[in-house]
Every structure is written in C-alpha cells, then in structure tokens.
C-alpha cells in the first residue's frame, strides 16, 4: 500500500477547505442574486418577501468564521499600539461583492471599536456577528418625516424646529455568537443602528440595495440624546408609562465621522 505524504495530505486539506469556502460563499451569493432579483432599485423601500427574507437569514444562520478564512488572531482584529488608534481603534471592511440590486461585506471590529449610530434609507439589511461579543442600539423613527405636529399617544411632539427628531429605541442589548442574523428594513427593525465591539468582532452584512448617492440612499450619522435632554420633555410624558424615558430618544443629524472605517461603503 502506497503512502501518502504528509505534505501532500495538508495540500490535499488546504485544497479542500478553499473549495468548502468558495461553496459556502457562492451559496450566499446566488440566494442574495435570486432574493433581490425581483427588487427594482429604483423603488424606494422595497422589501422582499417574508420566505425570501427566511431563506437569506438561513444561509447566513449556517455561516461560521471559517467559511470566510477568518479568525480573531488575524492582525486586523488586535488593539493598536499607538495612542490614537488605541483610543479610537479603525475598522476595516472587506467587500465581497456589490452591484445595483444588493452588496455583501464583512466589518471587522478590533476591541473597543465602534460602528457610529447611522442610518439604511429604503434599506433591507441582513447582519450576521460571525464571532465576538458586540453591544446593539438601535432606533426607528416615531413617524415618517413628513410633519411636524405627529405626536404619540398623549400629544408627544415627535419634531423640534432644530431639527432633532424623536426615535423608539428598537434595541439596546449586548450579544455574543453564535448569534443569528438580525434584518432591519426601511421603517422597522432597528434602521437606525450603532455597534461597540466588546471583544474582536467579524460582521457579515448584506445590504438590498445598497447605499447610492444617485439614487438617495445616503448614509447620514446621528447623535443620540436621552428623551428628558431637552426642555419640556418630561412634562410630556404619558403618566403610565413609567419607562417611557428608556423607550425613545431624540436624533440630531451629524457629519460623517472621520477616519473610523478602511474601505467601508458610504
């Protein structure tokens, strides 16, 4: 019986693991290609159907850090040495493809780094933590935009004339992987979202469609304020809700955050 070397048993392995990665990735390719198909881009706020949006969110559900050649140890994944970046640890975003309809990326997050509170105008957006911990806050808006005197409940003015708007808190959680794919879509489900690496963190994302300055989908940056911050705020609470102060928060529009991301859309 013939031997085989142990070299070529690793080549043979190494060989066989690109193939199991190439796979995995074409699967979530094609599933992406045949979710987003049917979406024109150029309708704003479309939104896939309820199966497609389950059969996405299973692929992503399957995927492991190893599909992806990933791994915590990996350099972009360590604190920086130098104070600067130390105390404002940098991202990196790794593009795995993009086009009109959907766009897939990995965000890799070293400890303490921080996704800043932004938006996904007319958005389907699918994010899978491959591993690490990570802290969520996430809103929505209390209406659409359109006027000035909506109000919740007892009269709650959801618009000042600074133009800070009231948002619902949809999460505010800390979570660690395996975790499954969390979906927001353009009015629900958390739009408005910030990420805080607790350790080393690897995201997946997928974005239908993506951000495009042409076609309106930019990506603004907010600031966010507790409900009682401004004046008057607590005076118009409903009194029931005793927890009312922890549900919505006021969002200020701001610039866009500089030198947080290497390569990340925008």
């Not at 992806?68 to 991202?91: G, V």
């Not at 409900?227 to 409903?238: I, P």
């Amino acid at each position: 019986m013939k031997t085989v070397p142990k070299k070529a048993k690793n080549k043979s392995k190494k060989q066989k693991k690109k193939r199991e990665m190439a796979n995995v990735v074409q699967e979530l390719y094609q599933t992406c290609s045949e979710v987003f198909a049917d979406g024109d881009h150029q309708i704003a706020g479309y939104i896939p159907p309820a199966p497609d949006i389950e059969r996405l969110k299973s692929v992503l559900d399957r995927m492991k850090p190893e599909d992806l050649n990933l791994s915590p140890n990996m350099p972009m994944f360590r604190r920086s040495s130098t104070a600067q970046e130390a105390s404002h640890p940098r991202i990196t975003y790794i593009e795995l493809h993009e086009c009109d309809q959907f766009s897939i990326g990995i965000f890799c997050l070293p400890p303490s780094a921080v996704i800043p509170l932004h938006n996904h105008p007319n958005m389907t957006v699918f994010s899978k933590l491959l591993f690490g911990a990570l802290r969520i806050k996430s809103y929505d808006w209390v209406d659409d935009g359109t006027s000035s005197t909506s109000k919740i409940n007892t009269g709650e003015i959801t618009h000042r004339q600074d133009g800070i708007r009231l948002a619902k808190v949809h999460m505010d959680s800390d979570v660690t992987s395996p975790y499954n794919a969390s979906v927001l879509f353009p009015a629900a489900g958390g739009n408005m979202h910030c990420f805080t690496a607790l350790t080393a963190c690897a995201i997946l994302d997928v974005l239908g469609p993506p951000y495009s300055e042409s076609e309106g989908r930019h990506c603004t940056f907010f600031q966010d304020f507790p409900y009682d911050k401004f004046s008057g705020g607590a005076e118009e609470l409903v009194p029931t809700e005793e927890e009312v102060t922890k549900k919505y928060a006021w969002l200020q529009e701001i610039e866009k955050p500089e030198d947080y991301i290497d390569g990340g859309p925008s």
